[in-house]
């Protein structure tokens, strides 16, 4: 679970200027996640390796937001290739009891042959 802390450690912030601003763009990036990521929630807490894969890609997002606050950026509009890749990974994430079934599934099919 991401903490302020661990943010302003990423951020690598000393300060506590910014930690209004920065508790914002967590909440942002959480929701970005549930909203971008099929069954976010229940994964993030079942499954150690997803949650942090999820967390360092709210971690990206945030620093993204945090340094593109200049409205001239013409890539506002766009999150980093590393972002957009993260979160279609996972979006296609399967625990993996899911995976040792269809794995399962697969070799008694291959023993009906």
Do not use: W
């Amino acid at each position: 679970m991401l903490t302020l802390e661990k943010i302003k450690l990423y951020l690598r912030l000393d300060t506590d200027f910014e930690d209004e601003l920065i508790t914002d763009l967590m909440i942002v990036a959480e929701s970005y996640m549930t909203d971008a990521v099929t069954d976010y929630q229940k994964h993030y807490t079942a499954d150690e390796k997803f949650a942090a894969k999820a967390d360092h890609c709210k971690m990206a997002i945030i620093s993204e937001l945090f340094g593109n606050r200049d409205p001239r950026n013409d890539n506002r509009n766009n999150f980093s290739y590393a972002i957009q890749s993260m979160v279609n990974q996972l979006n296609y994430f399967e625990p993996e009891e899911v995976k040792a079934n269809e794995d399962g599934r697969k070799s008694d099919n291959s023993d009906n042959d």
